[in-house]
C-alpha cells in the first residue's frame, strides 16, 4: 500500500514555498502538481 502525505499550509506559507515547489515540480516533470499550486497562489 503506498503511504499518501496531507500537509495543511496557511496562505503566508503557500506565498513563500510555492514558486520554488512550483520549479521543483516543473523539473521533475509534475505538470499537475505545478498547475495546483498556481491555482493556490491565485495564478492560474
Do not use: C, D, W
Not at 506559507?13 to 515540480?25: E, H, Q, R, W
Amino acid at each position: 500500500m503506498k503511504k499518501i502525505s496531507v500537509v495543511h499550509v496557511k496562505e503566508q506559507g503557500i506565498k513563500l514555498i510555492g514558486p520554488p515547489a512550483m520549479k521543483l515540480a516543473e523539473a521533475e516533470g509534475l505538470t499537475g502538481h505545478k498547475k495546483a499550486i498556481s491555482l493556490r497562489l491565485g495564478e492560474g
